[in-house]
């Protein structure tokens, strides 16, 4: 159940950040709020490195043996941040979050099965029910905008 309310204010958090950053890139531009939002993350997991008493793994040579690919997840940071900041001007909160949720959902489920070799049907009988809902919501949207023009 922790774990459950952890990720739960991830996603709060998330859609905060993605509201906050939106907000900034609106002043500087999409590249240079990136830049500041890793600017200040940088120095958000410096404080946090050293509140958890961690700092001293930083100079073990056990601490880097992992695959080089496994360090790139800044690079994969950036392109979500600076994507999603784009697209906040171009997208409502509510429909980007779905559709976010809807790429991380699939992307789990294909990261599930090439690391485990097993997929889950109901993972996916999931996913399309979420991608049915979403088309739904969207259609209902559509017929309200297209009313309320008419009138």
Known sequence: MFYALIAIISGITNVISRSVNFVLSEKLGVYQSTLFN?????????LILLISGEASQLFE???YDANWL???GGLVGVAVVSLQVFLSSKVSSFYLTLLLFVGQLFTGIILDFI?????SIW???GGILV????SYNLYIDRIEEVEVASE
């Open 131 to 134: 991608i049915i809902g979403l």
């Open 61 to 63: 040579s056990t601490s």
């Open 38 to 46: 890793y600017i200040f993350g940088l120095i958000g997991s410096i």
């Open 70 to 72: 496994a360090y790139t």
């Open 115 to 119: 690391l485990s070799g097993k997929i």
């Open 123 to 125: 993972q996916v009988v």
